[in-house]
């Protein structure tokens, strides 16, 4: 950790000689008023602060008129440098005619009590922008208490407090996405551009949003049109052939609004610290024995290119206040390849067989989400999500390092329907009374080889949620929820090989489990001081249901699998200082996992198994602070100490999941040039990759290496319309890995211009 302090050191001088001609600049806006900070509370307060103002002043008049809050400066975000934006205040988009998808916050914070008893983070377009993220999982790597893993598939694992998306309600707008077979959804496949923000809710969040929200929420809110017309767009080169082109346009005219935006990503391949050494693996190849060879000798990472196509459009009308029906679309299209872990390798030998020596030829998604909401009555407001997603990907594996002699060639083919009917009632001024209905169809159809034919499996998710939100005394609110979930399997099919040549020899039936369903109480508290301070508590218990892979997959699936549940409780305060100038929130968690869901060991014949007890307790640290204009600085501390006390177990910790990480984020806009300095930080501590287990408890502990990255990102206004910025990540050239055996990217610099109008 010492080098990792020298260059945290380094960092931070290296900023502060670039800032130094800048001192006098510095003191002239600390004194002079007009540029002042205007008070910021931080996520989630001022939008509330407002709103339980206005309604603390109705309640001391008598009115008996519900008041609708209105924009003040204690409500509005401290000007384009906030790099997290308050809550319900988004900044750093208006300015290009985008804004904040409405229909897309299912729990819309500052009108609801709901998310504030949680733990709960918003990363704002402009922090997207400062950290120059290309897609959604990237955009999530400095939210506090979230990490995100990169590992076998070249595919992110974004997790909440260590429990992995599996255990996360992604949504977009809303509505749930994922492929069915994981349960989970690429985080990589969405493009930055396309984001306002994305709102994580951990713990406890409200049971409105449906199932399968065992370590919380993330929802991404797209942009949508904010001025009659708006043009904007980003082109980024790089080495490798890396390139990324992205355009989107929007408008209103009158009720009517549209929004489109089409963006291509794509590179050769990917820069691997100077600092990696060449390492050799074990390769068990088709045919032959066991042979030693280079799985990768540094430069650029081996069978690491990509490529990304994405369009999203969106068309709605407005008729009335309150009033909205839209229509969304996207169309994705991908193809990566797989860098192999630079560990032992394994190629399995049998037909049809499955190897780390691998690329996605093809990863495609579609779909069509109806997004509604109505007032019905002055107290009754009705929201409806409809939505119908297709998935198609096809992996071909080879069997060797050299990508030429193909192994087989797998592919899914999945779909996915459901609505959500979303209705929240006004008791009273003090009291909401909310109910919700989620059901989803999901069909998963596979097969190992082209030559196969499809097998099938089809279920149902459903749920029936109630929630009450009603205020006990002035200061203090309360909320209580209860949901129902169950999961049903309505079919499953295995196709059936030959173990001599691999031919098929016909199609089975797996074993059916019974309805599944769990019951999903939730409650809490959050009580407001006269000196900006909030106190807030919640208990809640969460769950997920086994994936369909887990319980059919022919690499260690199994049929009597239970859900996995987690008893997450919450306590914390946040408050604002120096006249809105600092904020600061401290929570401490804890998550007690019951039956959770893990394979014994790498090995295909091992399966998965409903283990006892984890318990998860910790810390969370968030705090933001705005000394001058031109300055803005933030920090997050994540301390989860997590232990495994299954019966039998082999090992008191737990995989994919780092005790310590600390990210900060420091903006400063220099005078006369306009330039903005975006430093971000991460420091992590070591991660285990893999443990001995219960019913393998010989298996080797595998450990990545804490390590601290640092980026930065130059941005230049070049003219009304136009940025100029240069990106340079991994500034240190750190050699780092998240997950045991796949080294992440080296520097990597990249150069861009934005456009808009």
Same mark, same amino acid.
């Given at each position: 950790?010492? @080098? ?53 002043? #109705? ?8 008041? !609708?809050?209105?924009? %003040? ?29 409405? *229909? ?19 990363? %704002? ?6 950290? =120059? ?38 949504l977009i707008d809303g509505v749930p996405y994922y492929e069915t077979n994981y349960g989970k959804l690429n985080l990589n496949q969405i493009p930055a551009d396309i984001i306002a923000k994305i709102?994580? $809710? ?16 993330? =929802? ?27 355009? !989107? ?64 459009a969106k068309f709605g009308v407005t008729p009335a206040e309150d009033s909205e029906y839209f229509v969304n679309a996207y169309w994705i299209m991908s193809k990566w390849g797989w860098p192999p ?34 007032? $019905? ?12 997603? =297709? ?31 979303? &209705?929240?009632?006004?008791? @009273?001024?003090?009291? #909401? ?38 205020? *006990? ?24 090989? %030959? ?19 769990? *019951? ?19 208990? &809640? ?26 008893? =997450?409780? #919450?306590?914390?305060?946040?408050? %604002?200082?120096?006249?809105?100038? !600092? ?78 990480k600390i990210d900060m984020g420091l903006r400063y806009k220099l005078p006369y040039t306009e330039t903005r300095i975006d430093l971000t930080q991460q420091i992590t501590s070591k991660i285990f ?69």
């Amino acid at each position: 950790m010492r @080098t990792g302090r020298v260059s945290l050191a380094v960092s931070m001088i290296i900023l502060g000689v670039a800032l130094a001609p800048c001192g006098a600049a510095f003191c002239q806006a600390a004194s002079d008023p007009a540029d002042a900070a205007v008070p910021a509370t931080g996520p989630g307060a001022p939008a509330a602060d407002a709103a339980a103002a206005v309604q603390d002043a #109705t309640a001391e008049t008598g009115s008996d008129q519900a008041a !609708a809050p209105s924009p %003040s400066p204690a409500a509005t975000p401290a000007g384009p440098l906030s790099i997290i934006a308050p809550q319900g205040a988004p900044a750093g988009f208006n300015e290009s005619g985008y804004v904040p998808y409405t *229909l897309g916050e299912i729990v819309v914070a500052g009108q609801t009590k709901a998310n504030e008893i949680a733990l709960y983070n918003e990363v %704002s377009a402009e922090k997207i922008a400062a950290t =120059n993220s290309k897609t959604a999982a990237e955009a999530l790597r400095y939210a506090t208490g979230v990490e995100v893993l990169q590992g076998a598939k070249n595919e992110p694992d974004v997790s909440i407090h260590g429990m992995g998306q599996e255990k996360v309600l992604v949504l977009i707008d809303g509505v749930p996405y994922y492929e069915t077979n994981y349960g989970k959804l690429n985080l990589n496949q969405i493009p930055a551009d396309i984001i306002a923000k994305i709102e994580v $809710i951990k713990g406890a969040p409200s049971v409105i949003y449906g199932p399968n929200a065992e370590a919380g929420v993330i =929802n991404i809110v797209t942009k949508n049109a904010g001025k009659p017309f708006t043009l904007g767009g980003n082109v980024e080169l790089g080495e490798k052939d890396h390139n990324r082109v992205s355009a !989107a346009t929007g408008g209103e005219e009158g009720v009517f609004k549209y929004w489109f935006n089409y963006t291509h990503n794509e590179t050769s391949a990917w820069r691997m610290s100077d600092n990696f050494k060449a390492t050799e693996g074990t390769i068990v190849s088709k045919p032959g024995g066991p042979r030693r060879a280079v799985i990768d000798d540094g430069g650029f990472r081996s069978n690491s290119s990509f490529k990304t196509d994405s369009f999203w459009a969106k068309f709605g009308v407005t008729p009335a206040e309150d009033s909205e029906y839209f229509v969304n679309a996207y169309w994705i299209m991908s193809k990566w390849g797989w860098p192999p872990s630079v560990a032992d390798t394994t190629v399995f030998p049998d037909p049809p067989a499955f190897s780390q020596f691998a690329r996605f030829d093809r990863y495609d998604d579609w779909g069509v989400d109806f997004n509604a909401k109505q007032r $019905i009555t002055e107290k009754f407001l009705l929201r409806n999500n409809a939505y119908f997603h =297709n998935h198609q990907d096809a992996l071909v594996s080879y069997t060797d390092e050299d990508y030429t002699d193909k192994l087989a060639r797998s592919a899914y083919r999945d779909y996915s329907v459901g609505d959500s009917v979303i &209705a929240d009632y006004d008791l @009273t001024k003090w009291d #909401t009374f909310r109910l919700a209905f989620h059901y989803k169809i999901d069909s998963h159809r596979e097969r190992d080889d082209s030559y196969l034919p499809f097998s099938e499996s089809l279920s149902n998710t459903g749920s029936v949620a109630a929630e009450n939100e009603f205020r *006990l005394v002035r200061n203090l609110t309360a909320v209580a929820g209860m949901g129902w979930d169950w999961f049903d399997v309505w079919k499953s099919q295995r196709n059936t090989t %030959s173990k001599m040549d691999g031919a098929f020899t016909g199609r089975r039936n797996n074993e059916r489990p019974g309805l599944k369903d769990m *019951l999903t109480p939730m409650g809490g508290l959050e009580y407001r001081l006269p000196d900006t301070t909030k106190l807030f508590t919640s208990l &809640a218990r969460k769950g997920r249901f086994p994936s369909l892979q887990q319980l059919y997959s022919s690499k260690g699936g199994n049929a009597e699998l239970d859900p996995e549940t987690s008893l =997450n409780y #919450t306590l914390g305060a946040s408050r %604002s200082f120096f006249d809105g100038m !600092a904020w600061a929130e401290v929570a401490y968690f804890n998550h007690y996992l019951r039956d959770y869901i893990s394979r014994d060991g790498p090995d295909p014949t091992n399966i998965y198994r409903n283990y006892g007890k984890i318990i998860m307790n910790g810390i969370e640290l968030n705090t933001e602070l705005k000394p001058f204009e031109r300055a803005a600085f933030t920090l997050g501390y994540t301390y989860n100490h997590a232990r495994d006390r299954s019966r039998g177990h082999a090992s008191d910790y737990v995989v994919d999941l780092p005790a310590h990480k600390i990210d900060m984020g420091l903006r400063y806009k220099l005078p006369y040039t306009e330039t903005r300095i975006d430093l971000t930080q991460q420091i992590t501590s070591k991660i285990f990759s893999q443990l001995p287990t219960a019913q393998d408890p010989g298996l080797d502990e595998e450990v990545a290496k804490g390590y601290y990255l640092c980026n930065v990102k130059f941005t230049q206004p070049l003219t009304r319309y136009l940025d100029g910025y240069i990106s340079i990540e991994n500034i240190w050239d750190r050699n780092y890995e998240t997950v045991y055996g796949f080294p992440q990217r080296g520097r990597t610099v990249l150069f861009g211009i934005d456009a808009k109008y």
